[in-house]
């Protein structure tokens, strides 16, 4: 089994940036794939990127696209999310997410980690 334990959200003003982490533990060998969605109050979770361990490949969705990046650290087993040029629709718990068995989805999930923009 896989562990994910998010950090490094918290309040940041327009404009500015903060980096998520995502520290993988347990089974790390069978993931997959590993991404970023989010929650904001009152609306579904939606995707915000993610990051095939296997093809080393990256996609994002278009709301992120060139102002977010994820990339991992191979050796710590963690993914990151930079996010520079943050908006107030940004605001949401974050999750980091990972695929460990093909064909079946994102199955293993963090607890999530908030971050609030202000205006």
């Not at 982490?21 to 069978?30: L, Q, V």
């Not at 963690?78 to 949401?92: G, Q, R």
Request: charge should be neutral; hydrophobic fraction near 35%; charged fraction near 20%.
């Amino acid at each position: 089994q896989v562990q994910l334990v998010e950090s490094g959200g918290g309040l940041v003003l327009t404009g500015g940036s903060l980096r998520l982490s995502c520290a993988a533990s347990g089974r790390t060998d069978s993931v997959r794939d590993m991404a970023w969605f989010r929650q904001a109050p009152g609306k579904e979770r939606e995707f915000v990127a993610a990051h095939s361990w296997i093809a080393s490949t990256t996609v994002y969705d278009n709301s992120v696209k060139g102002r977010f990046t994820i990339f991992r650290d191979d050796a710590k087993n963690v993914e990151y999310l930079e996010m520079n040029s943050l908006k107030p629709e940004d605001t949401a718990v974050y999750y980091c997410a990972a695929i460990t068995r093909q064909g079946v989805g994102y199955d293993v999930w963090g607890q999530g980690t908030q971050v609030t923009v202000s205006s």
